[in-house]
Each structure stands twice: as structure tokens, then as C-alpha cells.
């Protein structure tokens, strides 16, 4: 009876959400986390390259906290959505009240897909030529 009241007390918190109550060490894992995250999603680098040995060791040796870097499914499920959430709405912030053309492509195999997302202003820099830009977003789902 007592281990189903103490079930029932806990609750989910958000990233942002739990921050309020955690010591300044805590603050700084999720910040470290968050970075980390952020640095692979912009480079294009597979967050399951977090749990490859040599990285693993890299981060445990070289990098001043790097072994507070969480593995692949924590960084997938806890912090990816947070950072994707915020370059959304970087995003949206950067190209508001502007006209832009936007291009998606999915490519498929047989255990997931990825949809890339292409933003192309359609007003003319300084050069007067209509550049585009990757707007970052790859999106994964198993299928």
C-alpha cells in the first residue's frame, strides 16, 4: 500500500520546468546536455555517436564535464524535443514577416526516414540573387 501512494506522487517534469529546484551542478548537466545536443543536430552528427567508445572516452578525458554528457536515449528523449522546440522558433523569429519558399524531401529506408526541410528567402540579397539556406530541421521516426 505505502510503495502505491509513493507511485502515485511522482510526476514527469519538464527540462525547463525542473530547473527551478536543482543545485547549481544539476543546472549545469542539462546545460552541458542541452549544448551537446545542440552541437550534434548542427553538425549533421548522429546523437548515437554520444555512446561510441572513443567518443565516450574523448568526452571523459578531454572535456572539462564531458562525462556528465548523458547516452543516446536520454539525449533523445529528454533533450532533443527542448532544442528542437527552440531553433523552431529561432526560426520562426528570424524569418517573420518575410516571404520565403519552403521545399521538404523525405527519404526513406526500411527502418526510418528523414525529412529535411529547405527555406529559401524570396527577397534578394545585396548581390541581388535569391540565396537559400538549410534550415536545420531533420526530423527522424522509425517506422
Known sequence: ???????????????????????????????????????????????SKTDHPLVREFLDRRVRNGGVISARTQLTDTFLPEVYLKEKENLKLKRKDKKIAVSFVECCDEARSVLNVLFAPLQPDFSRQVNSFFGGYSVFRCC
Open 1 to 47: 500500500m505505502r510503495l502505491k501512494r509513493k507511485a502515485e506522487n511522482k510526476c514527469q517534469k519538464t527540462i525547463t520546468g525542473s530547473l527551478k529546484n536543482k543545485t547549481p551542478a544539476e543546472k549545469e548537466c542539462v546545460e552541458i546536455c542541452t549544448a551537446w545536443v545542440k552541437t550534434l543536430a548542427g553538425a549533421n552528427i548522429p546523437l
